[in-house]
């Protein structure tokens, strides 16, 4: 069985900012991954980023940089 950890989850408006955020991301080094958005929580375009709390800042700071258009940015266990 998989271990639940705490997550930083970001979910977009439209999958054209999904992508471009992990565009962004792989340009940039950052850690984390595009996962469907789980049940708990709603998305327009059914898809979130995560990764582990210590990457908040950071991926805060580049979606400001590129303009990235956000729904919501949760921290919850997955």
Known sequence: MRIKTLKVLITFPSTAQALHMEQC???KGAVGRLIPV???I???CGMAW???TEEKEKLQALISEAGIEVEAIYEMQL
């Open 25 to 27: 991301c792989r340009e």
């Open 38 to 40: 789980p049940r708990e």
């Open 42 to 44: 709603s998305a327009g």
């Open 50 to 52: 995560a990764a582990g």
